[in-house]
């Protein structure tokens, strides 16, 4: 759930933590929009008090008070706001501070102060002068003397005085109470505080707002959230300032209160219901709050460029800094792997020299340094145009790096970095092994540096450098400073060899570099030609396509879902998957695409692929989800300990548990792709119409069974939607292939497609609801719920059809960005909205003639996109954060369909503007038959 799960280990096990904190998606939902626009600025504070009251606000009112334990919600957010850096927690309550700490069970890390501000401390009562004693000694006899009169008043000793309460009192002895209070309350030392059925009668004059001005200064804050229900609580809220926030917490019954403004008579500025809605507020800032303190300390995930070959892939950070480089398959453990925390699993960067130079990685967990961060704003980086050549710029410097073509049968991961400019650089290979899970050393040898202790040889040749070995986290860590351009010569040249030998890299220290490069741009443009590129953002659509391209493994036919392991889909959260495989969905998804723009290769390889796994397999039903680009079966999810994680997102995991599962939608999308090739090619292989036949005797034999859906959530099986949706689409395209080619289909194939229509069409509609929902008999709504009509299923004029359109807009979009779903999935901690759920709204609303909606979508979703063409899995709306496995097949693609769509729907002119003075001239068929795109186009 959060970065500090060890604060829960004492907590009661009768309420265990089963979820989230809480959802931001309700909190949006349920608060007062400006409220909670207050809540995000507040969080952002640099140094933040959050103080509260007990009684009323983090604990409900209740006839006993000694029975008034506060809300579990409440309890846990305070524990983990209390741990955050630079955030303080306390409560201030009218309750003796030793009945404040028995009944509240809240660590010392959370402040707490007592008698409406008297106790700071269990020794308050020696601090009484005189005069304040005897009188507390008066109040102690007359409040014994009112409980011989009235045993069931409820009487409170504290340290400075005594609290009488009045709920539950029969009316004959509230007027005897009452009386005792007012005689008390006459002593000239004795301050009365009215409170909710109760009265505090203390012989110390020190306020709730006296205490928070105390905190505040000792701690230092800048800015204060302070929430109270209570009268006494009106001296707190006083003292707040412009950059503070006061709620009162206040039944909501009069109209003004609608909008969350008070209508009780408050210092508050916003009045909220009860202390439910209180745990919303604290659970909200809390989520917000680390994920602004956790992500603003790391590079931002979309700012990394992807380098790749069609056989490996690496990352470098806008710094310069090679951060994540698998060796040698995408699914091996990696050289360099700082993106995940830590400079100690390895980097390897160039960078101007200067007194900051060797500073630690600004995606390090613990914050980055000031010397990272202004070499990250000194600096622009690009690829170079059609190619995966990533161009570093600094004054005075430049670097130019691109992973080099190798031979089809090799292993190797050849890494060349080309260095220029009359600025000294420093050099810093610092490579890991194995995620950085033990200590290496490097040897110098000859013109270049050698990692040893390894299984095969890594070696960084480097003529002209002469490095020093230094000790860098217990590991040694290759350093020099060199000018690259000299008179002597025009570039330094760097080559990083995984798995060859120095001898096989000569020829690109012998002058051939230039040519290598050359060739490995070369044969990314010669490639980027050969597609049909729409005109609506053309070079955007280029740099999708690449990078789909460099996801596909060329060597076995394998598709990557993402370059990365581990990146969150929540910050600071546990989402953390391991993305560096071949899902039969995603796989097909991405080779369907890039043959939509005219290149079958790797719908050809892709095929090849899955043929090779289903010889393995005892029957196509058998089919796993995912299995590793080489066909070998996934390793057992583990964890990383030792790793940190992006922006503290702990745990770090390799292998992924969902190879397991029951996803019985992925036979759709493998169907598709076989109708679209043989389409595109105009011929049908015996080895494809096996395949088509393969994938229908796998819907024949389980399309009745619940399955874990396409988002492969961790809990029982269910009869998703989506998947049903899926099985029919199998069966239809099987249908058109077969009758394309006048193929005899082996089975009742029509009867089959109509029964699971039938089927998915009457118990996937939710009446209640008003729309498709995620799985049969349940309310929840989900994204994939909209291939209920991008299928063809539905005709676009369906109103069932329309009507999940409007519900999934209305619910799961926030702003630019679409989410998955809201139900809970079996796993605690939050996520961002989901781009390829934010594309399939594009054509939704394209399907159903809602063209300036697609466009309006379309153009927020591509301002989304990174400094150098790249998106991430996911956007969170809310803290404005990017998150996720970078860079993410699912998101390109879906990228490029959009763009696809619009571009061939409103025929956009070349300079990628949209004409809104033509979209009224654009008449829509919203019929299945004549609508422009779909997902089967």
């Not at 205490?211 to 003292?239: F, K, M, P, Q």
């Not at 603003?296 to 090679?322: F, Y």
């Not at 619940?706 to 009869?719: C, F, L, S, T, V």
Request: with cysteine; charged share 25%.
């Amino acid at each position: 759930m959060t970065a500090s799960l060890d604060l829960f280990d004492a907590w009661d096990p009768a309420a265990p933590i089963s979820g989230p904190l809480t959802d931001l998606a309700e909190a949006v939902r349920t608060l007062d929009p400006e409220l909670f626009a207050e809540i995000v600025r507040l969080a952002r504070t640099p140094r933040l008090l959050i103080a509260t009251d007990y009684d009323g606000t983090i604990a409900p009112i209740v006839d006993k008070p000694t029975q008034a334990y506060p809300l579990p919600a409440s309890l846990i957010s305070m524990r983990v706001l209390a741990a955050l850096p630079d955030t303080s927690a306390a409560v201030i309550s009218g309750r003796s501070l030793r009945d404040l700490a028995a009944m509240s069970r809240l660590p010392r890390e959370v402040h707490l102060v007592g008698s409406h501000g008297s106790e700071s401390d269990i020794d308050a009562i020696d601090a009484l002068d005189a005069q304040a004693a005897a009188a507390l000694k008066d109040l102690h006899q007359s409040v014994a003397s009112l409980a011989r009169m009235v045993p069931e008043a409820h009487i409170e000793l504290k340290p400075t005085g005594v609290a009488v309460h009045l709920r539950g009192l029969e009316p004959s002895a509230r007027a005897v109470v009452e009386a005792a209070i007012a005689q008390m309350s006459r002593h000239v030392a004795v301050t009365e505080v009215r409170g909710k059925e109760v009265a505090d009668l203390t012989v110390d004059a020190a306020t709730k707002g006296d205490a928070l001005r105390d905190l505040r200064e000792r701690l230092g804050a800048e800015g204060v959230l302070y929430i109270g229900d209570d009268t006494s609580d009106e001296r707190a809220l006083e003292t707040l300032g412009a950059s503070d926030l006061g709620i009162k917490v206040a039944p909501l019954d009069c109209r003004a209160a609608v909008s969350g403004r008070p209508c009780v008579e408050t210092a508050a500025r916003f009045q909220i219901a009860d202390p439910e809605t209180v745990s919303l507020v604290l659970t909200s800032i809390f989520e917000l709050r680390r994920s602004w303190l956790f992500g603003q300390t790391a590079v931002p995930i979309e700012r990394h460029s992807m380098l790749g070959n069609g056989q490996s892939t690496a990352l470098v950070d806008p710094g310069g800094r090679i951060c994540w480089m698998p060796h040698p398959l995408p699914h091996s453990a990696s050289i360099f792997s700082e993106i995940l925390g830590s400079p100690a699993a390895g980097y390897y960067s160039v960078a101007p020299a200067g007194p900051e130079a060797g500073a630690g990685s600004g995606t390090a967990a613990t914050g980055t340094s000031g010397a990272a961060e202004r070499r990250q704003k000194s600096l622009t980086q690009r690829y170079q145009r059609d190619t995966t050549i990533v161009e570093t710029r600094w004054a005075g410097l430049t670097a130019c790096d691109y992973l080099a073509p190798v031979a089809e049968d090799s292993l190797d991961t050849v890494l060349v970095r080309v260095l220029t400019g009359d600025a000294e650089a420093e050099i810093r290979f610092a490579p890991r092994p194995d995620f950085g899970s033990y200590p290496i050393r490097l040897e110098k040898v000859g013109d270049g540096v050698r990692v040893l202790g390894t299984s095969e040889p890594i070696m960084l040749h480097a003529p002209g450098v002469d490095f020093d070995i230094v000790s860098e986290d217990g590991s040694d860590t290759a350093v020099a400073r060199v000018v690259p351009t000299t008179a002597e010569r025009a570039e330094l040249v760097l080559v990083l060899v995984c798995g060859g030998s120095f001898d096989d890299t000569d020829y690109l220290l012998a002058g051939g570099e230039s040519l290598v490069r050359r060739r490995a741009a070369g044969y990314w443009r010669n490639w980027v030609s050969s597609l049909d590129l729409p005109q609506l953002k053309t070079d955007e659509v280029a740099r999708s396509a690449i990078t789909l391209r460099a996801l596909c493994h060329v060597p076995t036919g394998g598709v990557l879902a993402a370059a990365t392991s581990s990146l969150p889909e929540g910050i600071g959260g546990i989402r953390n998957w391991d993305y560096r495989y071949c899902w039969l969905r995603d796989g097909s998804m991405t080779v369907r695409t890039l043959l939509s723009l005219g290149s079958t290769a790797e719908a050809e390889g892709f095929l090849a692929w899955l043929a090779g796994i289903l010889e393995m397999t005892v029957g196509p039903e058998q089919l796993h989800p995912l299995y590793a680009v080489d066909g070998s079966a996934l390793t057992t999810e583990a964890v990383l300990e030792h790793l940190p994680g992006y922006a503290g997102s702990r745990p770090v995991r390799v292998g992924n548990a969902a190879e397991h599962q029951v996803q019985l939608d992925v036979f759709g999308p493998v169907t598709e792709l076989l109708d679209d090739l043989t389409a595109a090619v105009g011929t049908l292989s015996e080895e494809n119409w096996k395949l088509t036949c393969d994938m229908v005797t796998a819907v024949e034999r389980r399309w009745q069974e619940p399955d874990h859906g396409i988002w492969e959530a961790r809990r029982a099986p269910k009869h998703n939607v989506y998947t049903k949706v899926m099985c029919w689409v199998t069966v239809d395209r099987a249908i058109r292939i077969a009758e394309r080619f006048g193929r005899t289909m082996p089975g009742a194939w029509r009867r089959l497609r109509e029964t699971i229509a039938e089927d998915v069409i009457a118990r996937g509609w939710n009446e209640k609801v008003g729309a498709y929902t995620v799985a049969y008999g349940e309310d929840d709504l989900d994204a994939a719920c909209l291939f209920v009509g991008l299928s063809g299923l539905l005709p676009a004029d369906d109103e069932r059809f329309i009507a999940t359109v409007d519900a999934i807009e209305r619910v799961l979009r926030v702003g630019p960005t679409v989410f998955r779903y809201h139900y809970d999935d079996g796993l605690p901690g939050l996520e961002g909205g989901f781009h390829i759920c934010t594309t399939w709204l594009i054509e939704a609303f394209i399907m159903v003639g809602r063209i300036d909606d697609a466009r309006d979508l379309f153009r927020r979703l591509d301002n989304l996109m990174g400094p150098t063409g790249l998106f991430p899995e996911e956007y969170e709306p809310i803290a404005e954060q990017h998150l996720g496995n970078h860079p993410q097949a699912y998101s390109h693609l879906g990228y490029i369909r959009v763009a696809r769509q619009l571009d061939e729907l409103l025929n956009v002119a070349s300079d990628a503007e949209l004409d809104d003075d033509s979209l009224d001239e654009v008449d829509i068929d919203t019929t299945t038959s004549g609508r422009v795109s779909s997902v089967s186009s």
